[in-house]
């Protein structure tokens, strides 16, 4: 009996990259969204809605 998870994970290389300069640039100022995105979060993008 094999159950599978199912979670809202998701690879994306060019987040990944842009996560790790952005907060870097704004002196952590990006630092939880960088979290997010490095979790594989899908709501990671909609904090620049708004």
Not at 6 to 31: K, M, N
Not at 32 to 38: E, G, N, V
Request: hydrophobic content about 45%; aromatic content about 10%.
């Amino acid at each position: 009996m094999g159950s599978r998870v199912i979670t809202d994970q998701r690879a994306r290389p060019i987040s990944t990259v842009i996560s790790i300069v952005l907060p870097a640039c704004t002196h952590g100022y990006f630092l939880p969204w960088m979290i997010a995105t490095l979790c594989g979060k899908s709501n990671a993008w909609p904090i620049f809605k708004g």
